[in-house]
T-cell receptor, first 116, second 115 residues
Framework: EAGVVQSPRYKIIEKKQPVAFWCNPI?????LYWYRQNLGQGPELLIR????????DSQLPKDRFSAERLKGVDSTLKIQPAELGDSAVYLC??????????????FGQGTRLTVV | AQKVTQAQTEISVVEKEDVTLDCVYE???????LFWYKQPPSGELVFLIR??????QNEISGRYSWNFQKSTSSFNFTITASQVVDSAVYFC????????????FGKGMKLTVNP
């Protein structure tokens, strides 16, 4: 079974440019997460989807970040315009089922963004 | 508020040594889950274990073992007879009912196993 697939793996852009990241979760996983991992830190949640609905986006900087999960499968995270402080690894994760604590999330390899 | 503390930031050992990674957590909930993930240089977070707050039994899986102690709010991870392939960053994480189902991670601990 394929794991969580993210692309691109690496992205270098100039500040003020837009950038988008794509995530394909594990087949059948209803819940999808985007996390941001700064250098030397643990990941921090940006947004959580249950199917196509964003049920927790409280930590998503909405002035420049947006996300969508059309049809409840693939998801895209966008930053426009990017700032130097956005340099980080953006991780996508998915989990089977909706709600509940008794399941684990599976993570993709992440997209390493460098803003110059 | 939820919080996970991994006091050690980096450990270096020689192959075959045992190593313990500490994890201390804070939560107000009585129902919660604790996790350990491994992040090798390739970048993905690899799930290692999930433990619920009502099960304090220690667990062993091959060379890995976990010691959960609610009295000290700790969930420590021991690798026995470490191998070079164990070199990675290890994260402890917490998920509870009050946290909107998100995982709260510690800052991670980088383990280097030298041959």
């Amino acid at each position: 079974e394929a794991g969580v697939v993210q692309s691109p793996r690496y992205k270098i852009i100039e500040k003020k440019q837009p950038v988008a990241f794509w995530c394909n979760p594990i087949s059948g996983h209803n819940t999808l997460y985007w996390y941001r991992q700064n250098l030397g830190q643990g990941p921090e949640l940006l947004i959580r989807y249950e199917n196509e609905e964003a049920v927790d986006d409280s930590q998503l900087p909405k002035d420049r970040f947006s996300a969508e999960r059309l049809k409840g499968v693939d998801s895209t995270l966008k930053i426009q315009p990017a700032e130097l402080g956005d340099s980080a690894v953006y991780l996508c994760a998915s989990k089977k089922g909706l709600g509940g604590l008794n399941t684990e999330a599976f993570f993709g390899q992440g997209t390493r963004l460098t803003v110059v | 508020a939820q919080k996970v503390t991994q006091a050690q930031t980096e450990i270096s050992v020689v192959e075959k040594e045992d190593v313990t990674l500490d994890c201390v957590y804070e939560t107000r909930d009585t129902t919660y889950y604790l996790f350990w993930y491994k992040q090798p240089p390739s970048g993905e977070l690899v799930f290692l274990i999930r433990r619920n707050s009502f099960d304090e039994q220690n667990e062993i899986s091959g060379r890995y073992s976990w010691n959960f102690q609610k009295s000290t709010s700790s969930f420590n991870f021991t690798i026995t007879a470490s191998q070079v392939v164990d070199s990675a960053v290890y994260f402890c994480a917490l998920r509870d009912q009050g946290g909107s189902e998100k995982l709260v991670f510690g800052k991670g601990m980088k383990l280097t196993v030298n041959p």
